[in-house]
């Protein structure tokens, strides 16, 4: 195939992205400012660019996976540096929609269309290309990429109209944190009560009481260990907690349960885990069950 496609962040969701892209034929060429990430992206076949307007200048579709909103404006500014081209841009980092939609208008101003593309799945779901791709945005330009969201997920849905894939995305996130906590409680519970964490784990994840959240973070929270970070750091996910909160807020929507988790996550940042996985949230909940054991910190 060897269509060229550009992919602007290589950490752990864009560097799971464009190896599936390489193992699917297209020739990525990839930008990100992290030595680190820059590395591993070479290392795996991955074309690598010293910015983001080398990485997309011989490509029609451009994929942006980045940590904050001044990241994505970053990336807008450099673009601007490209010559005249028939580019889209499919943003699928998790955001404020007023910092897309803002980011939509600068686009524009230079020629590029872009479509809000956010993604439900984990770090570790993302390497074996089980993560959804919530689309949103000009129909003709979403057409345009299918190729290219096939070559790196599950399934892509096309919501409507630019800002309804941030939408469903708040709406499945705020599941994500209410089931993470859920699954780490759990945890706390059975460990509390003498029971065997990886019998538990076998027992419940096929019953009722089973979730993509258990089971994405089964094998941590059985080993009671949340390094390497498999799904995505507390440290970032307490931003995507900021946004969900901010967009309930201004739709005068009660979240009750999400209002009880989120204080969790903040505990566990602020206990020294901001640097491990989301899943380490169950720390929290085990320290607060009693159950300081020697070893279990993960680090």
């Known amino acids: 195939m060897c269509t060229p496609v550009a ?38 076949g991955g074309q690598l660019a010293a910015s983001a307007a080398e990485a997309a200048t011989e490509a029609e579709v451009i994929l942006t996976c980045l940590p904050s909103a001044a990241a994505l404006d ?76 096939h070559g790196f997920s599950r399934a892509p849905h096309y919501l409507g109209v630019f800002g309804n894939g941030s939408r469903m995305k708040y709406v499945a996130n705020l599941l994500v944190a209410i089931h993470t906590v859920a699954a780490g409680e759990a945890f706390a519970l059975a460990r509390k009560a003498g029971l065997d964490p990886a019998q538990m784990f076998e027992v419940v994840a096929d019953g009722a009481g089973g979730s993509r959240a258990l089971q994405v973070r089964g094998n941590m929270l059985i080993a009671d260990r949340y390094l390497p970070v498999e799904t995505m750091p507390l440290d970032l996910w307490r931003k995507d907690l900021r946004v969900i909160a901010d967009f309930a807020s201004t739709l005068g929507c009660p979240t009750p349960m999400f209002a009880a988790c989120a204080p969790l996550f903040q505990a566990a940042v602020a206990s020294g885990y901001g640097n491990q996985d989301t899943a380490a949230v169950a720390l929290v909940l085990e320290t607060m069950a009693g159950l300081n054991r020697e070893g279990s910190r993960g680090r």
Not at 9 to 29: E, K, P, Q, T
Not at 117 to 122: E, F, N, Q
């Open 74 to 149: 970053a990336v807008i500014a450099d673009l601007a540096a490209l010559p005249p081209g028939d580019r889209i841009l499919a943003e699928t980092s998790t955001l404020a929609l007023d910092d897309k939609e803002r980011a939509q208008r600068d686009l524009a101003a230079i020629g590029i269309a872009m479509l809000d593309c956010p993604l439900s799945g984990s770090g570790s779901q993302a390497k074996t290309r089980d993560v959804l791709v919530y689309g949103s945005g000009p129909r003709d330009a979403w057409e345009r990429c299918l190729t290219v969201f």
């Open 7 to 44: 992919m602007i962040g290589l950490g752990i969701m864009g560097s799971a992205m464009s190896r599936n892209l390489i193992a699917d034929g297209f020739s990525v060429h990839g930008y990100d400012p992290e030595p680190a990430a820059r590395a591993a992206f070479e290392e795996m």
